[in-house]
């Protein structure tokens, strides 16, 4: 095989390697960091032994990851405040996603062993074999199916079970931001469920929430001394989709940030904020 044809391949592969990375990591970065260390080991490798290229990639891909998520265990226990994975800010149609994650459910995966999370990941979301997983996973097929089925088990809970269409989403998300901008708490207890859930997450970077706040009247207290201290910085910039919830980018003076909502039967029952700058690096205004 010609090194154009290897350069091919793995560039046909390439899109959903960064995916399963960031599904598995949280982290673009890390997530290009380990599809760039995959390609070197393309390039290094003996073809001729490789009967099945995407298969060979995706173990690779996967096995690079679970090293990376056994330290980063290690790093979220020091990390200051709330931890939400970095924004996956996604312009097309939910219905076309090539998976069908959500940031809730990444927060669910959070709670999983890494070999748990990689199996869901690989068989439900990716569509790989059991025998393909085990060979990711260094696993038998049964015990890569033991791990999926006790992943599916916690991740089910999380499932969302509502889809709010592009223009209520977009409408509700502005309607929600200009009552935190303006402090109306009328419109705000009418949009939060009353078990309204935020999480913040500054990464001890600028000042933030060090908890996760629960309930819709400590969440009304919040959000309408927010705006009494810095409504009039507060700017809507645009609507998103991140992670398949509706959401939207916003500024608070000179700091950009996001803010994702996940909804059920028209309310609002999560919220998600991140602010760490080293997150938002990605953003792209249109």
């Known amino acids: 095989m010609s090194p154009d044809v290897y350069l091919q391949i793995f560039e046909t592969r390439r899109p959903q390697l960064l995916r399963l990375a960031y599904r598995m ?63 996956l800010i996604e312009e097309e149609d939910a219905d076309h996603r090539p998976d069908n994650l959500t940031l809730s459910l ?41 791990l999926a089925v006790r992943a599916r088990a916690h991740v089910h809970i999380d499932r969302p079970r509502y889809k709010v269409e592009r223009e209520a989403a977009e409408g509700l998300t502005r309607a929600f931001f200009e009552a935190c901008k303006t402090g109306d708490a009328a419109v705000l207890s009418g949009l939060l469920a009353e078990d309204a859930v935020l999480h913040s997450d500054g990464g001890g970077k600028v000042y933030n929430l060090l908890n996760v706040i629960v309930g819709a009247q400590k969440l009304l207290r919040m959000f309408t001394s927010l705006s009494r201290k810095r409504g009039d910085e507060m700017e809507f910039v645009q609507f998103t989709l991140i992670d398949a919830l509706p959401g939207y980018v916003w500024r608070m003076g000179d700091q950009i940030q996001t803010t994702a909502l996940e909804v059920e039967d028209g309310r609002i029952t999560r919220v998600y904020t991140t602010r760490n700058p080293d997150k938002l690096t990605r953003i792209r205004l249109n």
Request: contains cysteine; negative net charge; hydrophobic residues 50%.
């Open 106 to 146: 990444m927060m669910a995966l959070e709670r999983l062993s890494p070999l748990e999370r990689a199996a869901f990941l690989l068989h439900d979301v990716f569509g790989q074999s059991f025998d393909e997983v085990a060979l990711a996973l260094d696993r038998s097929p049964s015990a890569a199916r033991q």
């Open 25 to 87: 990591l949280g982290s673009h970065a890390e997530a290009e960091d380990v599809v760039q260390e995959a390609w070197i080991r393309w390039q290094a490798a003996d073809q001729a032994q490789i009967a099945i290229p995407a298969a060979w990639l995706n173990r690779v891909v996967s096995r690079l990851c679970l090293d990376l998520m056994r330290s980063a265990r290690h790093r979220r226990e020091s990390y200051i405040g709330p931890w939400l994975p970095e924004p």
